[in-house]
């Protein structure tokens, strides 16, 4: 890394937290863990409650819950509540006891006699599938098929949100050695999924599993363009097999619900801030109707 002057920088023997990195979630970033504030989450009326933000990590898990309720199971009913990161309200301790890593998603399964917190995107999926015995293979080799994806995901995604958007999108000057080596990376686990999906309908098989949950929000707006503006600089539609696999899966009306839920960016319609019900959808496209024939 060359700073301003150009002069190379050299690593103290000590590193010290002296000033803001900078970029654009710079305030959401700093080098100790807990809570920074006292406020409790806000708990609504069914058994599980989520609290969480539509990033691609928190996409899956309403993603997850839409396909539950979708395939009848009631119990999957949820509200989900907004955490709005860069107010930095996942430092709040009610979060913190939710998840200590202060990261979103973070769920609270208030169906049992002790609440169980789940945090880690991952593990909320693997917890709700086995909950409700859905969306995992039963057959040994098709489940292992499954879960080496679904971990494949949890440490691939870091490369493409951490390193190429952070470098690419984010970091408040341009560096051609990061951006160079995580491009190389991204593009790599394209093709990975891409050689993949050319001999495979789903990501584990012939059948819809968490793995695709997981992977889709990440590598499947990636391969549509829809991540860090960065299509056309990775030639995403040289990547025929993820982009059918995406576009079937954005088909799915349960996938529709969900990339909606928790989302503050994007147009009007395609948000829903907090969900407590299923008519909120509903609701929410009456009212962006209604505020489009008042204009």
């Not at 103290?12 to 654009?24: E, L």
């Not at 097999?241 to 503050?264: F, L, T």
Request: aromatic share 10%.
């Amino acid at each position: 890394m060359l700073m301003d002057d150009q002069t190379p920088y050299v690593p103290p023997k000590v590193w010290i937290w002296n000033k803001p990195n900078g970029g654009h979630f710079a305030s959401i970033n700093r080098p100790v863990a807990g809570a920074t504030h006292d406020k409790e989450l806000p708990r609504g009326k069914h058994p599980l409650q989520l609290y969480s933000l539509a990033t691609p990590n928190g996409v899956k898990v309403t993603v997850m819950l839409e396909e539950l309720l979708a395939l009848g199971n009631e119990g999957a009913e949820y509200d989900a509540w907004l955490v709005n990161i860069r107010d930095g309200a996942q430092f709040s301790s009610g979060f913190v006891g939710a998840n200590p890593n202060s990261k979103i998603p973070a769920l609270v399964d208030c169906s049992v006699a002790e609440p169980v917190r789940v945090f880690e995107s991952g593990a909320i999926l693997l917890y709700l599938a086995e909950k409700f015995g859905t969306l995992v293979p039963t057959d040994p080799a098709l489940r292992a098929e499954c879960m080496s994806w679904l971990f494949w995901q949890m440490g691939s995604a870091p490369y493409l949100g951490g390193g190429f958007g952070h470098f690419y999108a984010y970091a408040p000057i341009k560096i051609e050695y990061a951006i160079d080596r995580f491009a190389m990376e991204v593009k790599r686990q394209l093709d990975v999924l891409n050689q993949r999906l050319a001999i495979s309908r789903y990501i584990a098989g012939d059948d819809y599993t968490i793995a695709d949950i997981a992977i889709w929000p990440w590598y499947g707006g990636m391969a549509k363009g829809h991540l860090y503006e960065g299509g056309e600089f990775l030639q995403v539609h040289e990547y025929t097999h993820v982009i059918r696999w995406a576009d079937e899966i954005a088909q799915r009306p349960a996938v529709r619900r969900g990339r909606m839920v928790n989302r503050v960016m994007g147009p009007l319609e395609t948000q829903l801030h907090e969900r407590h019900d299923a008519s909120d959808f509903e609701t929410q496209t009456q009212d962006k109707l209604q505020a489009a024939g008042s204009t």
